[in-house]
């Protein structure tokens, strides 16, 4: 895995994006249904450009509108049969609205702190148990 908060190091036109979200004081999270509690993310769709997709996927996700949203970096897996590339982005939210859908979630989940032992915390997906996660809020820190 590489990580890097340059302008789009790895590719210009990334197919996926992750967003971490903030809603007032607390983090916005979504209860993934097979994966367990993680910032909203998905895939780019056609015609479609990455920071659009970022706040259709929060949409689709939580419920919620994006007030503000800006880049943050970029990381890049290699796979045993294909390398993902994610835009990450920090959001601001206006709102979070009930819906009916939440698409491939349980829909938002509001936490005031993030756990120090979220590696070890069965609730969390495994997206949330890298660095990227670690070094990604300490670029929020020093950007916000």
Known sequence: MQLSFDNHPFSKSPKHVWIVCRYNDYWLLT????????????KVEAGEAPIEAAIREVKEETGATVQSIQYIGQYKVNGKT??????????????????????????????????????????????????VLKYSLMKINEEI
């Open 82 to 131: 294909d390398t993902i590339i994610k835009n990450i982005y920090y959001a601001d939210i206006f709102s979070v609205d009930e819906q009916v859908e939440y698409y491939e979630t349980n829909g938002p989940v509001l936490i005031k702190k993030l756990p120090d032992n979220i590696k070890s915390d069965e609730r969390f997906s495994f997206i949330m148990k890298d660095d």
């Open 31 to 42: 209860d993934h249904i097979g994966r367990g509690l993680e910032f909203p993310g998905g």
